[in-house]
């Protein structure tokens, strides 16, 4: 297994260019499903969760085959297989996102309960309810969720659940009412951009579905879908992620590629801060000069400040100049990364979904491990600073949701090298 030698450098500084979005591609090359005919999906990062969907699409018939510029054909070949099996679904849970797709092209799904993970216990409730009100028998058997539907009927869904909205949730239910009879209507539907992102494409693939990123998302039904060409858009938390690792460093960091409109929850907060962000042309300069002034932070669903930056966060705010409140809102569990950074020296206090953050005035490298993809970005970020040596191990975990952030880091300055364990 990799491990990460990160040694404390001085203030990051130069351009990195953002990826395009993990959580926008897969459930788009997952709609390709929905396809007569071939999808030109651009923009894909070359991710191992990418590499996971990919093997799991060729699994059901519709291979996802990755050209040498960064783009991926999607075409159904063969339907005659709609069995995602755990020993694919158990490398990546967010594997559930066939399951509409399946269901409203051939009629029956078999797709394997993703179970948990290190942030939580993701269930998948809220997705098999709104299958459901579409008209699909939903069973569970031996781990596998069986959906079945004669034919999808639209219908008015509420999708919200004790946490908020649902990301995957609203993409499956998107997915599968592209198909169904009549008008549906998703209530309480996740705003993200990865949604708005799935919905585009959809569309020109001759769907018809308006109003997504909003709450309330419409959907009229269709006979057939169409491929088409779609780019996906950058990677806001990768985005994010290298403007936390800048303003830690107290350096200087020019993003190229990146969407500052999907990121304003982000940039308030690194404002508030101190962290400045500017645009500059089509880039985005991010550049920080003393420690952080500490901050209250709660994680919400988009627009909100995402969860998915909360372990990154953390780390800038271990060294802010007094006490931050983290409240974590989507995950409540979503905290491996509070023992880690302990270890490095930083002083946080876990109660309950909420970590109380008091800055100190440095970390110190150590022998750490990665335990799921931000909690593993957040103990790089802090390697970057921490007086030492920092040592991460199972950098498999990173190397789901970042391109090559090891050559990345070290374009801006960074010391950061990969190692066979
Ligand atoms: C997506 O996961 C992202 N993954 C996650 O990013 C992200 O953290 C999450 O959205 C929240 O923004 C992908 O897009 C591939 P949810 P998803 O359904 O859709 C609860 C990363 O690091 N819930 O929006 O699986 C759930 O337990 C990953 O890139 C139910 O209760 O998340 C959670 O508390 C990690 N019932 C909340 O809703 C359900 O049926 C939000 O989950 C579904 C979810």
Redesign the pocket.
Known sequence: MDIFEIESGGPLSGTVAISGS???A??ILAAGILADGPSRIRNVPDLA?IGHLAALMGDLGVPAVRQENGEMLVEVKDESNSHAAYDRVRK???S??VLGPLLAKRRVAKVSM?GG?A???????????GLEALGATIELDGGDIIARADKLRGAEIFLG???????????NVMCAATLAAGRTVIESA?C?P?ITDLAEYLNAMGAKVSHAGTPRIEIEGVKSLHGADHTVIPDR?EAGTFMIAGAITCGRVVLKNVRLDHLMGVVAMLRRIGVHVDRKGDAVVVWAEGAATPIDITTQ??PGF???LQAQMMSLLALAEGNSAIVEK???D?FMHVAELSRMGANIRKEGSVAIVTGVKELVGAPVMAS???ASAALVTAGLVARGQTTIRRVYHID??YEQIEVKLRALGAKIERRQE
């Open positions: 993990k959580n926008s897969l459930p969760d990546m849970r967010a559930i996102c993703p993970c942030i939580g216990s993701r269930p998948v409730d809220l997705h098999l309810r659940g004790p946490f908020g909205s649902t990301v995957l949730g609203t993409a996740a993200e990865e938390i669903p988009y995402p969860t998915d989507i995950f409540p979503r799921d993809l931000r789901r949701g």
